[in-house]
């Protein structure tokens, strides 16, 4: 897509409206096609630009403000967000949730998922105590009970499904609500990634990614992004990253755009295996507990049938007996990765209350599994045996300090 500030890329075939996400993942960003240019939009490593005068209209001038390597990706995001306006890259994901963050004003009302990232709970809380933010804690599974908090509400931040408990929002129901009360809605679309939902179609405001994750998904980048359709949020959302120099470096960003190439396939593997074995570790007698949506008893299964593209790729387990075993399964593993983050091709998990930051309305024996695109039948053997061993040698690890 193009526009004003982002007119040095251009779609290669049809119109975003004519395209599949799986297509607009591939074609989104790319350099026009003219004789000679390259296929992939090239890396510029420069500081600085040629400039006398008076700056022109979207002229370069000083890459903390604005940098060719960035549209490309910015632009690529938006497209498959169906964004009327580019996106804005930030330098991690939490530099985007500060930036939308920012909108609620001192003394304002903040609401958000009392299950959410930890560190995105950990801002709110402090603005709060920096600003005299009221920030409040709602079930984002409970429609009912969350409009009934909603009014007032400056910003309502949503994420679905929740991390780590998957729980699973009405993104339509609560985002009209949140308007109907006057709140700007932004939604936190990592778990999901915009082949699964779309939340500005639901008429979000802001969507923001952790890039580290599901759209570059490699495990090699950290950055953030925010997309609106919004020119107003847009501007609001560029003049944060150059006031408080959030900004990416070049090489991460072309080697996000290079992960967002492949990114319909690694979703499409990464469910499929967290489908499979969620049902399998369902039936599984050394597990007590398994949430993933696509399971039918599932509580996220009927909003999530009716309102995503698919379930994703996140499980939530906990097996019989408690921490010590959660920590046992983790120690046991020998392909799966016992790491923190998530949405690489490669398949980890970890304990979440492992660290004392993490919401205490978190079960200590919850384990977060994040489902590669390795083989179903390699993935299964290793978890199996790793479970099978939790119940034979339990063991206890330490609290260790927060994660992403």
């Known amino acids: 897509m193009k526009n004003a500030s982002h007119g040095d890329t251009a779609d290669t075939t049809g119109t975003v409206a004519d395209l599949t996400r799986a297509t607009l993942a591939v074609t989104a960003g790319r350099p026009a096609r003219t004789q000679g240019a390259p296929v992939n939009p090239p890396v510029v490593l420069s500081s600085t630009y040629h400039s006398e005068g008076t700056p ?82 709602v079930d984002v599974a409970d429609t009912a009970a969350t409009i009934a908090q909603l009014e007032g509400a400056d910003l309502v931040w949503i994420e679905s499904p929740t991390n780590p408990m998957l729980e699973v929002a009405d993104l339509p129901a609560l985002i009209d609500a949140a ?38 998904g490699h495990s090699d980048v950290v950055l953030g992004i925010a997309v609106s359709s919004s020119a ?14 959030a900004i990416a470096g070049p090489w991460e960003v072309w080697l ?20 499979e074995i969620a049902r399998r570790l369902a ?30 790729a996140i499980i939530g387990l906990r097996p019989h007996g408690g921490r010590e075993a959660a920590d046992a399964v983790v120690q046991a593993v020998h ?22 930051t993490e919401s205490l309305t978190v079960p200590e024996d919850l384990v977060r599994l994040s489902v590669g695109v390795e083989d179903i039948d390699d993935l299964w053997a290793d978890l199996d045996q790793a479970l099978v061993r939790s119940t034979q040698t339990p063991q206890t690890s330490a609290e260790t300090t927060p994660d992403a």
């Open 335 to 356: 392909l799966w990765v016992p790491a923190t983050s998530l949405g690489g091709v490669e398949s980890s998990l970890e304990r979440r209350r492992r660290f004392a």
């Open 56 to 137: 022109g209209p979207g002229e370069k001038l000083y890459t903390r403000i604005d940098t060719e390597t960035w549209a490309p990706f910015e632009d690529a995001v938006a497209a498959l967000e169906s964004a009327s306006e580019s996106g804005v890259v930030f330098g991690s994901g939490m530099a985007a949730i500060a930036a939308v963050m920012s909108f609620v004003p001192d003394g304002g009302r903040l609401v958000v998922p009392r299950h959410a990232y930890q560190v995105t709970l950990g801002f709110a809380d402090d603005l709060a105590a920096r600003h005299g933010v009221t920030v409040v804690r």
């Open 232 to 245: 107003h949020l847009t501007s609001l959302l560029r003049a944060y990253r150059t006031l408080h120099g």
């Open 179 to 216: 308007h109907a009360a006057g709140a700007l809605v932004a939604v936190d679309n990592t778990f999901a990634t915009p082949l699964v939902q779309r939340p500005l179609e639901a008429g979000a405001d802001v969507v923001v990614h952790s890039v580290t994750k599901y759209l570059a």
């Open 256 to 275: 996000a755009l290079r992960g967002l190439r492949t990114l319909a396939l690694r979703v499409e593997r990464a469910q499929s295996n967290a489908a």
């Open 283 to 312: 039936a599984h007698p050394a597990v007590a507990e398994v949430r993933h949506p696509s399971l039918p008893d599932d509580p996220g299964h009927e909003v999530a049938a009716r309102t995503m593209d698919g379930f994703g």
